[in-house]
């Protein structure tokens, strides 16, 4: 049963610190999707790779949100420095790369900043 | 650019019971439709997806949604809900030069016995 995995599952940080969360993508898929989910601004994207070449990160707070893919199996992202209004699920999701896609998500990271 | 709506925040109904939650659109260029449903500490899972030809397309677990392109609507019903259809549910679009979903707000389903 092919899924995407997220870690950690749940990371409580201090503000300041730097978080990495990291998301392996189905195998085969050529496309990474990063949402992140709140209470006051729903779902949203973040970013997203085709082949691990970015082709969006107009969603991210460019000052200190990075997202990359070292390789076709691993996506990451950090965050440095965190704030408590980073606090949200962060998703992954991995698909074919057609907008008729399916996008298939990952159980998310809880990110809690203190 | 593209923006969905789901007017209702919260639905709740009796289990046999039937529901319609709502989404509307709205949208430049032609748009793929997608519901996605989010049970309690999990992921979203698809649940259905218009993408070209019959206007109506149907789930495996008896969800229906109707493609209305001059309403821009795309509503989910399912004629009798059960307490396991308890969950957030998300419509959600894509076009066909931003391969990206943007989503609605959802809509908790709430089934009570």
């Known amino acids: 049963d092919a899924r995407v995995t997220q870690t950690p599952r749940d990371k409580v940080t201090e503000m300041g610190q730097e978080v990495t969360m990291r998301c392996q993508p189905i195998?085969?898929?050529?496309?990474v999707f990063w949402y992140r989910q709140t209470m006051m601004q729903g779902l949203e994207l973040l970013a997203y790779?085709?082949?691990?070449?970015?082709?969006?990160d107009s969603g991210m707070p460019k000052d200190r949100f990075s997202a990359e893919m070292p390789d076709a199996t691993l996506a990451t992202l950090k965050i440095q420095p965190s704030e408590p209004r980073d606090s949200a699920v962060y998703f992954c999701?991995?698909?074919?790369?057609?907008?008729?896609?399916?996008?298939?998500f990952g159980p998310g990271t809880r990110l809690t900043v203190l | 650019a593209q923006s969905v709506t789901q007017l209702d925040s919260q639905v709740p109904v009796f289990e046999e019971a039937p529901v319609e939650l709502r989404c509307n659109y709205s949208?430049?260029?032609?748009?793929?439709l997608f519901w996605y449903v989010q049970y309690p500490n999990q992921g979203l899972q698809l649940l259905l997806k218009?993408?070209?030809?019959?206007?109506l397309v149907e789930s495996i677990n008896g969800f229906e949604a109707e493609f209305n392109k001059s309403q821009t609507s795309f509503h989910l019903r399912k004629p009798s809900v059960h307490i396991s259809d308890t969950a957030e549910y998300f419509c959600?679009?894509?076009?066909?030069?931003?391969?990206?979903?943007?989503f609605g707000s959802g809509t908790r389903l709430q089934v009570q016995p």
């Open positions: 218009y993408l070209s030809g019959s206007t």
């Open positions: 999701a991995s698909g074919l790369g057609q907008n008729t896609d399916t996008q298939y």
């Open positions: 195998l085969g898929h050529n496309t």
């Open positions: 790779f085709r082949n691990r070449a970015p082709l969006d």
């Open positions: 959600a679009v894509s076009d066909t030069g931003r391969r990206a979903l943007t």
């Open positions: 949208s430049s260029v032609s748009v793929y």
